[in-house]
């Protein structure tokens, strides 16, 4: 399984990003994936996952402001970031499941992830 970010870059507050995953090595289409984000000194944090059947979930520290989607047919995870806040400044990855339709497990403990992608925003 690889999984490859990309899209991360520096904005200043309030602009937007948006970060797509390329997962490859996979059989399945529909399966658990998700983001989670490390800042320095920091524990990894949960973003965002989505289910096999389309169903997302979200942390409250961004409800309403990025969005998660997949293209099953590519087996593409995109995260739209949108009204960026320095605290979201942070290395992203990408997270995947391929084992399980739906996300049993935090998105932190997903099995597989990317490199990640670097967010910064600026005040």
């Known amino acids: 399984v690889q999984l490859v970010e990309s899209g991360g870059g ?3 507050a309030g602009g937007s990003l948006r ?3 390329a997962a490859s ?3 399945s289409s529909s399966f658990c994936m998700g983001w989670f984000r490390q800042a ?3 524990e990894r944090e949960g973003v965002a996952t989505i289910n096999g059947d389309g169903t997302t979930s979200s942390a409250d520290s961004v409800k309403g ?3 998660i989607s997949k293209d ?3 087996n593409t995870l995109a995260l739209q970031m949108n009204d960026l806040k320095p605290e979201d400044t ?9 084992t399980w339709r739906r996300c049993v497990r935090p998105v932190t403990r997903l099995p597989y992830w990317g490199r990640g992608t670097q967010v910064t925003v600026s005040a």
């Open 10 to 12: 520096s904005v200043q």
């Open 19 to 21: 970060l797509s995953c």
């Open 25 to 27: 090595g996979i059989t």
């Open 40 to 42: 320095p000194g920091k």
């Open 65 to 67: 402001r990025f969005t």
């Open 72 to 74: 099953n047919a590519k």
């Open 90 to 98: 942070a290395m992203y990855y990408c997270a995947a499941d391929p």
